[in-house]
């Protein structure tokens, strides 16, 4: 059996369903992210999984063992919040003894537990601290270390980066990962930004209103979106109908398609393109969007609106609005969405 | 939360409830009961005693009394207190702190202390008003001022009250015109329930009235007391009666309250 | 000419402090409208205080501390104020202790049921004084519903409302919705994921609240109790109104002093009166510490 097993796990509230039919597996020392919009359910699944909101039906296996009527108490899992949740009366040494206090263990070896965790996660200095004297990258690695030193089984982040400013919230990810994979700490994490997601993971969950809708490794969901929210969501895909897509290939196309703006490719004179290269398709270009590294073309090709990626290599190359271009697609690359 | 937890929060929510409601409810009993003697449920059920009481032509001249002075005294709180509460908010934000302090002061002096002075120097002075609903009205000024403050400088600070001013004054406003056309209104609603508040604890002030005017100028309170060797029925009519203006005006406030944080 | 430019928030201050100095002793006009409500405020409220405090001081026209002399000297007085001050901390740690518990379980029921209690509250906290002793007599008086039901039941023998304990039973009655008033905002600081992640960290709800709960809502617990204290401290019309008068505490003690059939005694009154006033002075102050305590925690 993995070592976490989630089976077909339903929660209501009143009238409404906040999740059902969750199944899943995790293996030891995997890094899985729970991603989705706001309001899929992702952050109760997460307290529900940690025993903090009750589930209407199903089971959840930690390590061969069923803790799906446990308490919070009981179930050996660390939480990480969005809010950090540190307790303001006590100090930042404090904070991180708690859970190894619960466990009534000699306070000297609290004192060397609490010294080790406080180096990984670089606070020395900060121990008689108050967390209201802390920024907020210092307030969440001290609700990280909170959460690791009682050495936990599972680990639940529920959006832990969030509240933080973008260049503390790269460095603590960054943090967040290599940590997890010093101590191979079984993770689940959630968040709704999906180059988060991509970023730390082994595998995601990709869930939307309140059902997993696909999950795998990033690479794989980001190149093989199943279905049209999986598309929309997960990059800046082009969603054509099957008569758009028809008219813009020159092929019968049944069925919705998806199309990468990275993966459309502008012809060169004089290159050979190989057979899995369509045949080129005229457009005009009406206006394109610096996004740093990569420029956004919105182009219009057969009278559909696509927008085309192209890499930033130099700004002499930069194609103005109305100039006109032809346009070659990867038929592999091409992705069928229900 | 558990099914357990969920039973224990409602438990204590009802049982602390009941306590409190326990003395309301007898004394509901007792106001339409025709007798109740030594048994712990009344005789019978009548409501001959709020019929009594309410064409008592002297209840509803004590009433009427409360009702007055209780709003004079409001109104004159409202009218003065606002100009005042301007301009700490907007000219002299420092004097803030020394009208903080002021308004401690009916706290740190009950009203039966006050009245120890009131009484000497009002009585036979320059300042008779001793006896007249004139010191009630000053009295019940100072009750009331604590509850306005606070609510209105609550009021205040959810405003922008410099950026308000000033937009006013760009497109052409006085200040006088932007205190009437813009700050009061926004205060409109906070003030509202300040004044239902103070006006259900006035209606419920006795020690002034006891010690200052007596039975010279009977308010709803002295006429209740001075009705307590008359049937225990009456005056729990006359109490249920009094209670029920409290919960509207209360209920009227918390309404009010709530619109402004919605 | 002004080769300086200033930033936004500087030039916004610097046409603010213009507007305020153009012609200086204009500046000072708005005060004006300070003075009818200083005027009122002084004459109801500061004068009658300082006739007290300084004729506290004076017997027969002379300085004297034969006043306070009195006080001291007079068992009955003081046992006005062992009364006052046993009912202020009995009844204000009863019903602050009651209030905890409500207020801790008010804010997890369902939103409909916590309104219409928080609503009822607000009305029982007017239900005091006069209409509070009648109910209150109807209810565990002699022949009172509840005295004769517990009679019935064996508890009791007897009951007398007139008494110490009577007392205390109303006054418990009357600080509760106060007490619930004050420290329902209060439970705003406690954060709902401190519950959860002391859950998860092995804490069960005694050691949650023993640790972190109680420990943040001190200041909120202390400053509620001292308004507590100096509400009871006050009260009168309740305790007149139940008692006729019969009962020794300050208030009681004070005003039969100034009103009423036997000889009157105003100076006397006045300097028990001070020293009420100190007492209650001392408490407001050590609340108006804790509240700025608290704000500095937040901060």
Known sequence: ?338 | ?262 | MNSIVLPDTAQIKTARFAKLTTGSLSRFKPLWLLLPFLLLFFLFQIAPMIWIIINSFVVEQQASLENYHTVFNSAFILQSFSNSLWLAFTSSSVSLVLALFFVASLRKVDSALRDAVVAFTNMTANFSGVPLAFAFIILLGFNGALTLLLKEAGLIDDFNLYGQWGLLALYIYFQIPLATLLLYPAFDALHEDWQAASDLLGANRWQFWTKIALPVLSPALLGTFIILIANAIGAYASVYALTSGNYNVVTVRIASLVSGDIFLEPNLAAAISVLLMVILGLITFINQRLIRRSYHDKN
């Open chain 2, 1 to 262: 939360m558990t099914k357990t937890d969920h039973y224990y929060h409602q438990s204590v929510v009802y049982g602390v409830c009941t306590l409190l409601f326990l003395p309301i409810l007898a004394t509901f009993l007792y106001s339409i009961s025709s007798s109740w003697g030594a048994t712990i449920l009344p005789d019978g059920l009548s409501f001959k005693w709020y019929l009594q009481l309410w064409q008592d032509v002297r209840f509803i001249e004590a009433f009427g009394r409360s009702l007055l002075i209780s709003s004079s005294a409001l109104l004159l709180c409202a009218v003065l207190i606002l100009p005042v509460m301007f301009v700490l908010f907007y000219y002299f934000p420092k004097l803030q702190k020394v009208f903080n302090f002021l308004i401690l002061l009916p706290f740190a002096v009950p009203p039966v202390v006050s009245s120890v002075g009131l009484l000497q120097l009002y009585a036979d002075s320059s300042l008779p008003i001793v006896g007249t609903p004139w010191i009630l009205i000053g009295t019940y000024f100072t009750i009331a001022v604590p509850f306005m403050y606070r609510a209105i400088a609550n009021s205040f600070s959810a405003l922008n009250l410099h950026d308000l001013i000033d937009s006013a004054h760009l497109l052409g406003a006085t200040t006088t015109q932007a205190f009437f056309m813009i700050v009061l209104p926004n205060l409109k609603k906070g003030l509202l329930a300040a004044l239902f508040l103070s006006f259900s604890f006035l209606l419920g002030e006795f020690v002034f009235a006891n010690m200052l005017v007596g039975t010279r100028y009977e308010t709803l309170q002295i006429y209740l007391y001075n009705m307590r060797q008359t049937s225990g029925h009456f005056t729990s009519a006359l109490v249920i009666s009094y209670f029920a203006f409290i919960f509207l005006f209360t209920w009227l406030a918390s309404r009010l309250s709530r619109g402004i944080n919605s």
């Open chain 1, 1 to 338: 059996m993995s070592f976490v097993t989630v089976k077909q796990l339903l929660k209501r509230f009143g009238e409404q369903t906040v999740f059902e039919q969750i199944n899943f597996t995790i293996q030891q020392g995997e890094f899985i992210t729970l991603l989705g919009p706001s309001g899929c359910g992702k952050s109760t699944l997460l307290r529900s999984l940690a025993g903090l909101y009750p589930l209407d039906s199903g089971e959840v296996w930690l390590d061969n063992k069923n803790i799906t009527s446990l308490k919070p108490q009981q179930r050996d899992i660390g939480m990480v919040f969005q809010s950090y949740a540190l307790f303001p009366n006590l100090t930042v040494q404090e904070n991180i003894a708690f859970g190894l206090k619960m466990k009534k263990l000699p306070s000297s070896k609290i004192q060397r537990q609490v010294a080790e965790i406080i180096e990984l996660v670089e606070l020395g200095g900060k121990e008689r601290a108050y967390p209201q004297q802390l920024s907020g990258g210092q307030k969440q690695r001290v609700a990280l270390a909170r959460a690791l030193v009682v050495k936990p089984q599972l680990l639940l982040l529920d959006e832990p980066l969030s509240a933080l400013d973008a260049p503390i919230r790269k460095n603590l990810r960054q943090q967040i990962k290599s940590i997890q994979k010093e101590l191979n700490l079984t993770t689940l994490f959630v968040t709704h930004d999906q180059e988060e997601a991509m970023t730390l993971s082994d595998r995601i969950f990709l869930m939307n209103k309140g059902k997993i809708v696909q999950q795998g490794s990033a690479e794989h969901i980001y190149t093989q979106p199943g279905n049209e929210f999986v598309a929309g969501f997960m990059g800046n895909y082009n969603l054509l109908s099957a008569p758009q897509a028809s008219q813009l290939l020159g092929l019968t196309i049944q069925g919705k398609l998806a199309i990468r703006p990275e993966s459309i490719y502008v012809r060169e004179r004089g290159r050979e393109y190989a057979a899995h290269i369509s045949n080129p398709t005229a457009a005009i270009i009406k206006s394109h969007q610096l996004l740093g590294n990569i420029i956004r073309y919105q182009v219009q090709a057969k009278g559909c609106d696509i927008a085309v990626d192209l890499l930033n290599r130099s700004s002499e190359r930069l194609l103005q609005p109305g100039s006109a271009l032809e346009l070659l697609f990867n038929l592999n690359e091409l992705q069928q969405v229900s």
